[in-house]
């Protein structure tokens, strides 16, 4: 004969393990899954200098390892396929700078007569906008008393019923 007490079967006893049971332990579990969650992120954002190079590192890797597979497959020596690869890069690096170097040297030294020029251009634009933001800054001050008039606050006040009517 057992001889165990009866629990109805929505509870359990307390450090059963049972979400019904210990409604502490599921506060602690989403207490540390945050904390967990803040402790990440932080991590994350300090190893910041560390990690990303360390991803492009991996990007660039898995991009160009198809090319060098391809080159291996073409009966090339990974060394020399790899080699290949990064002076590919290089070059193409190199050459897209090499073209816009001039032309950005150019815009950078004719930059501040062109902000010069676009701010004289602007400038009736900013003038009716500022007109516009003091009437509306007036307009609020009108619609907004900053104080009540005495004769209004002084006023007695009746109340109307429908049966007055």
Do not use: C, Y
């Amino acid at each position: 004969m057992d001889t165990s007490p009866v629990q109805p079967p929505d509870t359990a006893p307390p450090g059963s393990g049972s979400p019904a049971a210990d409604p502490w332990r599921r506060w602690a579990h989403k207490a540390v899954v945050v904390a967990g969650g803040v402790v990440l992120i932080g991590g994350l954002h300090v190893a910041k200098p560390v990690l990303v190079p360390v991803m492009l590192a991996m990007i660039f890797a898995l991009l160009l390892s198809i090319v060098v597979d391809m080159l291996t497959r073409r009966w090339l020596p990974r060394w020399l396929a790899s080699a290949l690869v990064v002076l590919a890069l290089v070059l193409a690096v190199g050459g897209s700078l090499n073209a816009v170097w001039d032309p950005a040297r150019d815009w950078l030294d004719t930059a501040p007569a062109t902000l010069r020029t676009l701010e004289a251009k602007l400038r009736p634009l900013t003038r009716f906008i500022a007109k516009v933001e003091s009437v509306s800054t007036q307009a609020g001050h009108m619609a907004v008393p900053d104080t009540i008039p005495v004769e209004t606050a002084a006023l007695p006040v009746r109340e109307v019923s429908i049966l007055d009517r």
